[in-house]
């Protein structure tokens, strides 16, 4: 199913977890500056990262385009329901436990919705195959391991998860491209670096130093602070997930980067300065005195770094 440029045609998108932080981001871009014409059903459980806010006004600015439903992709029958109701002829993927340090404590939940909640929607989608035009799945670069001081991930990178995370998001990539080798689904997949921008949640390291250094408070960098990051704008990452949707070869695998690479202390560093200039230094001095080095996590990744060619 195409047009004449043979680009995918998509008029009923299911988007879930669209009130996080990359989903909401990629509700805006299709809505306000793509050339999406079709609607949006955006699916979200609305678990603590879930932000409706992030899309206020949606359903008022694009009454025809854009309907949200507080529901879980764990509910199979439901997810079911939603698929017949709205005539899902597309799905974006972006519905997941996504900290690396709740999923050490807690890695039943990421388990549950992370490959089970994968699970129901590709099943909901094979039963309705003969209708579906693609199923994209975001995933993460932390699926490849811990690169040492040279050298990128590349989509023939092999798997190696070192935190219940991951390996959470690992289970759910393996299980994507299977129901395209056993069903013939049609599937894509992203592995994305690190995101920032708008709406992210504050437990992640750029929101979290910027609360906390405007806030005076303790600066946490894990370890020595030299772990390196491939740093992505959140708006980059969804032009890139938009473009793989139209574009993309059934059946493979897309790596998306930022081409920027940092230590976590210099982004640390950068941030205290600029918010030094902007708003003034702290009284007592400097906002980069409140950098606390504290106890690494486990299975920290020391370095990811994305080839993005």
């Known amino acids: 199913m195409g047009d004449n440029n043979g680009r995918k045609i998509m008029k009923n998108m299911l988007v879930t977890g669209g009130c996080g932080f990359i989903g909401s981001n990629f509700i805006h871009y299709l ?19 879930g932000n409706p806010e992030n899309l206020a006004g949606f359903e008022e600015r694009f009454p025809e385009r854009y309907i949200f439903l507080k529901d879980d992709i764990c509910d199979k029958k439901r997810m079911g329901q939603i698929f017949d109701e709205n005539e899902i002829d597309a799905v974006c993927h972006f519905a997941a436990e996504s900290h690396v340090d709740r999923s050490i404590v807690s890695p039943d939940d990421f388990v549950h919705t992370n490959i089970v909640g994968t699970f129901n929607l590709l099943e909901t989608a094979r039963e309705r195959m003969k209708k579906l035009t693609l199923f994209h799945h975001i995933s993460t670069d932390e699926v ?49 670096s690190n995101n920032y921008g708008p709406y992210q949640f504050p437990e992640k390291l750029i929101p979290l130093i910027i609360l906390n250094a405007l806030e005076g408070k303790p600066l946490p960098v894990y370890g020595d602070g030299k772990n390196i990051r491939d740093w992505l704008y959140v708006r980059d990452h969804c032009v890139a997930v938009w473009e793989i949707m139209k574009r993309g070869e059934k059946g493979e695998t897309y790596n998306i980067g930022g081409n920027n690479e940092m230590e976590n202390i210099r982004v640390v560093e950068m941030i205290c300065d600029m918010l030094d200039e902007i708003v003034g230094r702290l009284p007592a001095g400097s906002r980069s005195d409140l950098t606390t080095f504290v106890k690494d996590r486990p299975g920290h990744d020391r370095r990811y770094a994305i080839d993005a060619s």
């Open 31 to 49: 809505l306000e500056e793509s050339d999406y014409s079709g609607r949006i059903i955006n699916v979200d459980k609305l678990t603590y990262a």
């Open 144 to 192: 490849f391991g811990s690169l040492g001081s040279e050298g990128y991930f590349t989509e023939k990178t092999p798997y190696q998860p070192n935190s219940p995370y991951s390996a959470s998001k690992a289970g759910s990539d393996h299980l994507v491209r299977a129901y395209h080798k056993t069903y013939g689904l049609p599937v894509t997949i992203s592995n994305c």
